[in-house]
């Protein structure tokens, strides 16, 4: 497995010498690219190396750091060798290459791209609605939509749940904590 | 087709070809299918192992999940007595609630079908509800994978043979981008609260610092504590025997946070600036502290921020107590408990030093001068060995010795120490000589692990190099002719188990004897109080029962006056009870004063 990885990430290097690879434990290597490079990255895998499977695109919301990071994870049978590709994108106005071309099987991941997370696609002509319906407020997987407001304002809270209590202030009745206004802002 | 075709008249009977087959469609009689094993299906509970931290419910982004309160689970330290409860009708089954549960308690089931009439059967309580779940469990984190940060951030600190060499501090403490990272571990489920003696405002001072505001932390912190830097280096932290995440990690580092957030502030001025308390006016009413230890301190503080008049009366010619006198300077520096004692003269409280109540100025004084009275004089005496030759010169209580070198006086211990017991003070007494150069065995009755002394302090010790014999009972110091400590005999002992299921006895193996030269020999199990300032008819009306002050629940003694705290009263003889007691005491007297 060592010799494949090091053979693999020789090959990458040689025609991407920006892209930064972390190896894993096991059957797993990361390559960190520019997004330009998706595309050619990919076709190079599954044309030129044998990862000829796309498994996943995932997808992670980095807020702070204002970025979309898309992960295109590809597996070669013959090498056994799982490829995590990975590349970010301003999480303003996010726009990334289209890959439909080189697996059909990523048009239906871009499409929940473009509707959890609401990355959008070059050229990518796709039905608008994929399992949401009519959805108006800001992509529900971002992580700044708020997804318990979400959820009380939609579904309403059934009876017999009166009885809850909160656990701060079971312990400050019962240890007779005196907790200053000012404080329980940073209270859970 | 003629009116009798063979074959069509057999065909039919083909099929028998399947006969004793097994069948490829349901089988007969029907049987369930099992979940495949990784199925998220219902959740379990195992209601012995969950603390009820509620993390699970403040996680669950569909608001599932209610904390109630379930009959025969009895909130304790470090249990909340609430557990979770299920909206299955609200459940999507991300298991969130699962990976961010600090005890691993939590976990889904592969049971999925569960069919019923009543919809109200669909909020129902894991591991109460179904009992059998813990059969059928598919996904937990059991195997430790987590979401919840089970690792501490290591406290950088000189390294042990380094440390010896001086009284320099050896714990060095967080930077910034460390406390960040360790206090961001804390899942807020103020467990600690309960645990801590003074219910300090735990979850929230570390939330305020994950948050990048060290000045809130700070003024948190100091709602309820006037001598954080002190607890926050030396405190016993029994918070942290109580989080949450430590029933399956380290635990939070709070004291060390604590320690981050009162350094952030470097002078007294700065303390002042930041907590900016508000002080009441002048009410006229007088309150008069007997001892500048940290129940008196405490007291004194909070009742100057409430306009009282306050007057310490302090035997030394520093004010701490125990915390200044006891505590070697490398685990608590000068410097900061000057600090925070300068903060608390700041605020008003007025500190009469060398001046010892009974000998300089009479109780009597105090008592008719005052509105009430304060006694906070701790435990001064130490217990001696009670063995052949303890007068012996090179023979003292290690308490004294403690006391000795933190007012600078200068004190002959020779090359060889031995330390007798295995507290704190036992220990303290045993790395302070190893920095005057001395080689120091500390003689303990029973097993290391039974020593009532912090562990970090043990492994500190240890690091230094400080030798330990567990299981010896000394019986005799044999000086020379001069009169000097010339070595020390002890017995060795072998642990018996109590038949009464208390903690197993030491007893002497005869004929042990084992004899070790030294220079000095310092005796460190433990100290009683010294009441003999109380003269007169305040020696009756005052109680003392069993060498601590009677008091209730407001610290007042059997004089309605006279109110008492520190190791003079409670039994858990650390800092931060006493730190409680001052304050109650405080709250009682304003009450009973001013009616507030």
Redesign the interface.
Known sequence: MKEIKSKLVEAIKATYPEATEKDYEGNRLDFYVNKQCVPSVLTYLKSGLGYIHLSHIAFVDWLEEGEFELIYIVWSPSEKLKVFIRARVERENPLMPNIENIWRQANTYQREAREMYGIQFESFDAPQDLMLEDWEDIPPMRRDFD??AY??KT?F??S??E??????E???E???????D???K??? | MSFFDLKDTLRPFTALKQFGKKPHTINYPEKTVEASDRYRGLHYNDLDDCIGCGNCSTICQNAAIDMIKIDGIEGKNGDSGLRPRVDNGRCCWCALCVEVCPTGSLSLTKDYNYVTDDADAFLWTPGVDNPDGKDRISFSTADGVSLNDFKRIPMPELEGMERVKSFAEAVIGYNEEQARAEASRCISCALCTEACPDHMHIPEYINAIARGNDADALRIIYDNNPLPEMCGKVCTRRCEDVCAIAVRGEPVAIRWLKRYATETALTSEITREIVNPEIKEPNGKKVGIVGAGPSGLTAAYYLALRGFDVTIYEANAKAGGMTMYGIPKYRLPLESLDKQIEYIEKIGVNIKYNTKVGKDISFEKIYKENDAVFIGVGFPKAWTLGIDGEESKGSMQAVNYLHMINADENVEIGDKVAVIGGGNVAIDAARVSARFGAEVTILYRRRIEDMPADWEEIEGAEDEGINMVPQAIPIKIHSDNKGNVKSIEYLLAEMVPDERGGRPKPVAIEGSNTIMEVTAVMGAIGQQGDYSFLEGEYEEKIKVDRGRFAVNDDQQTSDPKVFAGGDAVNRTADAISAIADGLRACKAIDKMLVGN
């Open positions: 997804t318990e959820a009380n579904y809270h059934r017999g749940r009885d809850a209590l909160d656990v701060r079971a312990i400050i019962r240890s007779r904590e005196e907790i200053p000012f404080a329980k940073y209270s859970r």
